[in-house]
């Protein structure tokens, strides 16, 4: 399954960066530590023009660290003064050959942080699903069970002492219980021991290398986290002709075609209410049995 970073990257290829509007771009020639303060930068992807464009005071961005150049050396290709972690990213080192983009209209940290959000809000309509400990279950009133559990699914437990006695069983959820140090608890017909098998909300991820499974989405919801998250980066930008049109005909691709450009971000919003929608509802239909809620 696709990490974080790897969405990130389906974001700009797929609505954010139109093949023919990217940005300009370079490559280190040299690996840098997280304090220097000077780069060596390859000459590959850049014309005479765009070179010139790397003045004192342009942000740079490599990975997701945004840097601010102080000076050019063009005969050594090398930019000086560097001031590092701009913008609140985080100094890190940078490998040899990894891209400079030179002004991003769309900052990787930006994008990292629409991921985030488009994960986590995925819930309620959508949410984790995983199962508990072995769970002891209490003969003098509600069990305690674990902080995160936002709605419990069902309990596999036993009706007898019969040790095959397996099955699920309904649940009643005591939310924010005052006798459990959890604040979550249950009373079930099972008795025992047994597993709680709840629902929980999505991880915020820590950063680019985190699975989206660790953080309990599902694969087949990649492309809302990523619809998701560009709706939240488009929001808030005009496009010019060229970035309409790629728009246009991602929607298209997907077959949910938008009338013209200055409804794309309302197609984009419809788009992906109909995904959540059906994602919603097979995901229900899996998981339902009742909880009884006190």
Same mark, same amino acid.
């Given at each position: 399954? *696709? ?10 290829? %797929? ?17 840098? #530590? #997280? ?67 030179? @002004? ?8 990292? %942080? @629409?991921?985030? %959000? ?13 199962? #508990? ?14 902080? %995160? ?30 006798? *459990? ?78 009338? #013209?450009? *200055? ?13 959540? @929608? ?17």
């Amino acid at each position: 399954m *696709s990490t974080v970073g790897e969405i990130i990257s389906r974001v700009f290829r %797929d609505y954010l960066e139109a093949p023919d509007d990217q940005p300009t771009r370079a490559s280190l020639a040299a690996a840098m #530590s #997280s304090s220097e303060t000077t780069l060596q930068y390859t000459q590959t992807y850049l014309s005479a023009e765009e070179e010139q464009l790397f003045g004192p005071g342009i942000i740079i961005e490599i990975d997701s660290e945004e840097i601010m150049v102080g000076g050019i050396d063009v005969e050594t290709n090398t930019l000086t003064g560097l001031r590092r972690a701009m913008n609140g990213t985080d100094s890190n080192p940078h490998a040899i050959d990894t891209i400079i983009t030179l @002004a991003p209209m769309w900052r990787r940290k930006s994008v990292f %942080d @629409a991921v985030a %959000d488009a994960i986590v809000g995925l819930y309620p309509e959508l949410y984790g699903v995983t199962e #508990s400990a072995s769970i002891t279950l209490s003969t003098a009133g509600p069990t305690e069970v674990p902080a %995160d559990v936002a709605r419990p699914l069902w309990f596999y437990g036993r009706s007898s002492t019969t040790a095959s006695d397996w099955e699920p069983h309904s649940v009643t959820f005591y939310d924010r219980f005052p006798g *459990s140090t959890t604040g979550k608890a249950i009373v079930t017909t099972a008795t025992g021991n047994g597993y709680l098998v709840y629902a929980k909300k999505f991880t915020m991820p820590t950063s680019e290398s985190v699975s989206l499974a660790s953080l309990g989405v599902e694969p087949q919801w990649e492309n809302l986290v990523v619809l998701g998250a560009a709706i939240h980066l488009i929001s808030s930008k005009e496009f010019d002709a060229i970035g309409n049109e790629f728009l246009i005909n991602q929607l298209k691709s997907q077959g949910f075609p938008t009338g #013209s450009a *200055s409804r794309v971000r309302d197609g984009m919003i419809r788009h992906y209410e109909r995904l959540l @929608a059906k994602a919603e509802e097979e995901l229900n239909t899996r998981y339902m049995t009742p909880v009884i809620w006190q």
